[in-house]
Every structure is written in C-alpha cells, then in structure tokens.
C-alpha cells in the first residue's frame, strides 16, 4: 500500500529525515513515537507533500508520488489530520463536511446547489456529523467546538472525504481525558473500515492500544520497527527518552 | 434628479468594482493590491476600443473583462508564488507596472493626457447619452454581475475560496489544488473590475491615469473592510455608505482645496476606527505546519 524508502530531507542546513525507510500494507495501523524533534511531523509532511525529499521515494499503491502535489496525494487516498487542529474555524460544522464530500465529488457536479448531487452530499455530511454525535451543532462554527470535538471532526471529514491512508499527528493532542475516549473508538472505527493508519503518539499506552507495529524515530532514522510489546522492552527506547 | 442619477450610476460601477474586490480580499483573503489595476485595463480597453477600432457596446465589455481576467491570470501566476506580505507587495509591484504603462505608453494610452471622446454605448441603434437610459442599462449590468458574484460566494468555489483563507495546508489535504483555485478567483474577481472599468469609461467620456491611482485602491479596501471582508451584504451597504459619505459636503461652503481632501480625510477616519476595532478578526494568522 505505501512505501517509504531511504528519505532524506534537509530543512536549511539541518537534516531532518536521515534514511527513513518503512512499508504498511492496506488496514496496517502503525504507531510513530520519537523525541521531539526526531522528525515525525516532517516524514507526515514529506507524505502528504507539504515538503519534497532530497533523496528517497514515497509509494503509493505501487505509483511514484515523490513529487506529487499534496491535493494529487490527497485525490489518490492519503488523508491528514494535522496536530494543531486542520479544520475550518470559521465555517460551521456541516459546511466542513460538505467541502470535503464536494471535494470527492468534483467541481461539475457540485455547481449548482441545487443539484441533486448537492442535496445528496449535505445528506451524507448529516450522517457523518452524527457518527461523531455532531448532529446537533451542524450550524455551529467549527472554531466554537471543543477540542475533542474538533479532532472527531477532522478525522470524519477524513473518512468522508474518502482517505484510504490516515496521516494521524498526535490525535490527542489537545483534547480533553473524557473526549480522548471517544476519538479512540473513532480511530478504531477507521481501522474496522479497513483504512491504514500512522499515528504520531507520545502516549506509548495509547499507541499499544491501536497498533500493531510501532516505528521509534530518533535523529530523523528509524531505530526500532517492532510489536509494540517489544519496542517497550528495548533499551534503546529508553535511551532516546531518557539518556543513556 | 441628474445628480441623483448620477450618484446612482456611481454607487452602481462601485457596487460592481467593490464587490468583485471582495471576493479576492474578503473571502480568499488575498490582499490582492492590483484591483485598480484591472479597473484601469478594462476602462482603458473599452476606450481604445470604442474610440480608435469602433467596437459596438457588447464586445467592448466583453473584450474589457478578457483583458482584466489574462491579466488577473498572469498576476496570479507570479504573486501567488509568494506568501504573506510578499504577496501583497508583489500585486503592488503589477500594479506600479500597469499605472507606469498608462502614464508612459503614449502612443497607445495617451499618456497623462488621457483619452477623450468615449462615445456612450448604442444598444439597438440607440445612443445613451441620456444619463437615465445609461444608468438602466449601469442597473441591469449591476443585477447580473451582483447575481453572479452572489453565486460565486455561496458555490463550492467560494467555500474551498473561504476555506483556504483560513487553513491552505487543510485544504490540500482536501484534494483541492489551491493555487488553481486563487488564479480562478482573481480571473473572476478582475473580470469583474474590467465590467466596471468599462462602465466608467463609458460614462465619464475620459479617462486618464489619475482616475487610477493608489487612493483609489485604499478606497475599496476601505469599502470591504467596512463591509466585513466576505461579507456580501456587508460590502453592498459599505458601498451606498461610502459613496454617499462625503455628499453632503457639496452642499457645504467650503473652498474646494478644502474639500477633496475632506473626502479622503472622512474615509480615511471610518476605515481607521473599523479596523481599531476589529483589528483581531480582520486578519488572523494562517497556521504553519
């Protein structure tokens, strides 16, 4: 499904990714912990195609998208929930919905308002908004949600907007103990759906909850790639964090 | 009754001018300085046109908005490029480059001395010169334009237009190619300024670089600020506001040294006092990866 391979990127004169290599296969969930600074947002940005690799390549269902433009990316199923909250404040909640369904549908048959492809879209927007119990403040403005409450909407715009790879930056982040209970089980429900998720995580118990495989990046590399379990019990996970 | 349709024609081409601004600056939040510089392209293509080749009122229109849009569409192309403040100095540097061409191209524009003799539009073998008939056909233009606009506001575009104001990143992460996106909205928006350029050059008969200037475009900025940027209505009030603001000094018995600069002084105290006190709102900071 995706194929990261031998990364690099340089920011300045800093060399943030240093030989990133991993592959997830379709309905992988994939745990990301690192130190600060380690490089874990940069490799979602080199991903989704905010920022191009110097050397290395990115896969994408057997197709180069190394230097693909993040809306191409987006069109061909990687989906992004970014760590300081992606939505669209000053739209309200239905209308954040609505934009990534007509996104899926495409321009023609979403001009006209009054189409019948628009009455179906602000439909399925309704339905979305309830799986995240959302119906209730469709005409609320996003920027008024709780923190919680925008995660949920971030990633079920997501999963409307039909992404098949979910680019997860620390999900819960943010948001309240009583909400990150309910943005797990939703990231649950997106990997009952089949979809691959990557999760930046600082919480290891909250990765172990929904990962089978965890990835520990440190100086921009990967240094462990193993079963949650086992990545608990290497040293070297307490070496990053803590020193030697 | 002259000087009420007069204001009324007026207030019209503004609605037209205004509000197609507003679609760049208020809702994609693109502080997009050249706004007059299309205003001055479609003014002074309809006077070349009408003058020297004699084009007929439709195509004059037409070939007005054309020429705003191509260069909406090459500004776009560079400033877009740039982000933030850049961008915004790099429309101001198209903007120079435009007002730097009507001043010198003499042999085309006329230089300082502008071009006199636009003849009012015939539509049906019929001369406006009455300023009545012009102002129904400036009203007709007004309704389709603000209809159009309207749509454009309330369409998908205008949501991915509103929603890459706020989050780019977010809106790409949407499949949406932004910058294709921006250049669309300035072709519209500078479409609509060359319509209204068109209308003023068909109803001031002359035109020169002057009409053009930089206070112009403090002047439409000040409208959609009033207006709340992307704000529809808001802009169509601030508007008939003010255009009619400085009225009533007419009326006033002042010396005219006085005068001008009391309009500019009126309007710069209103936009001063919204933006003192919306200064949060009005624009806030885009978010960094």
């Known amino acids: ?244 | 009754m002259e000087y009420i349709i007069h204001l009324a024609i007026l207030v019209g081409i503004y609605l037209i001018l205004a509000q197609s601004f507003n679609l760049t600056i208020g809702l994609g939040r693109m502080f997009n300085l050249a706004h007059v510089a299309s205003y001055a392209l479609g003014a002074y293509v309809t006077a070349l046109a009408s003058t020297e080749l004699e084009m007929g009122f439709g195509r004059c229109l037409i070939s007005s908005a054309l020429v705003s849009g191509l260069f909406a569409i090459l500004l776009g192309g560079i400033a877009l490029r740039l982000a933030g403040d850049y961008f915004a100095i790099g429309t101001l540097a198209f903007a120079s480059i435009v007002s730097a061409l009507l001043i010198n191209w003499k042999s085309v524009t006329k230089g300082v001395l502008g071009i006199p003799g636009i003849p009012r539009p015939e539509i049906g073998g019929v001369a406006l010169y009455d300023n009545l008939q012009f102002g129904y056909v400036v009203g007709v233009l007004v309704i389709v334009s603000l209809t159009v606009l309207y749509f454009v506001f309330s369409s998908p575009f205008g949501r991915v237009l509103r929603g890459q104001a706020e989050d780019q990143l977010a809106m790409m992460a949407l499949g949406r190619d932004v910058r294709l996106i921006n250049t669309l909205g300035f072709f519209i928006a500078s479409a609509f300024a060359g319509v209204a350029g068109a209308l003023f050059a068909y109803y001031i008969n002359y035109i020169d670089p002057s009409s053009f200037s930089f206070s112009e475009m403090v002047f439409l900025v000040t409208i959609v600020v009033v207006g709340s940027p992307g704000s529809f209505w808001g802009c169509v009030v601030a508007t008939f506001f003010l255009v009619l603001l400085p009225e009533p000094l007419r009326f006033v018995d002042l010396p005219s040294s006085i005068l001008g600069p009391m309009r500019q002084l009126l309007h710069s105290i209103v936009l001063l006092s919204v933006v003192w006190f919306n200064r949060a709102k009005l624009f806030p900071a885009q978010r960094e990866v």
């Open chain 1, 1 to 244: 499904m995706l194929e990261v391979s031998d990364l690099h990127l340089k920011i300045g004169d800093a060399l943030i990714l240093n030989g990133v290599s991993f592959s997830a296969q379709a309905g992988d969930s994939i745990g990301i912990i690192g130190p600060n600074g380690s490089g874990k947002t940069t490799l979602f940005n080199c991903l989704s195609g905010f920022v191009l690799p110097f050397q290395g390549s990115v896969s994408l269902r057997g197709e180069n998208i190394t230097h693909t433009p993040p809306y191409l990316r987006a069109e061909l199923g990687v989906g992004r929930v970014f760590q300081s909250f992606g939505i669209f404040r000053e739209m309200t909640v239905l209308e954040n919905l609505v934009v990534a369904l007509e996104s899926r549908a495409g321009v023609l048959r979403t001009f006209f308002p009054w189409s019948t492809t628009s009455r179906m879209i602000r439909a399925q927007a309704k339905e979305f908004a309830a799986q995240v119990k959302l119906d209730g403040k469709l005409s609320q403005r996003a920027g008024m949600l709780s923190g919680g409450q925008m995660r949920l909407l971030e990633i079920v715009r997501a999963l409307a907007f039909g992404a098949e790879v979910f680019l997860l930056d620390e999900p819960t982040a943010g948001v309240s103990p009583k909400m990150k209970d309910e943005v797990a089980a939703l990231i649950s429900h997106v990997q009952t759906l089949g979809k691959t998720t990557l999760i930046i995580e600082h919480d290891i118990n909250f990765v172990q909850s929904f990962s089978k495989r965890v990835l520990v990046l440190d100086q921009g590399r990967v240094i462990l790639d193993d079963s949650p379990e086992n990545v608990r019990k290497n040293d070297l996970l307490r070496e990053i964090y803590f020193g030697k």
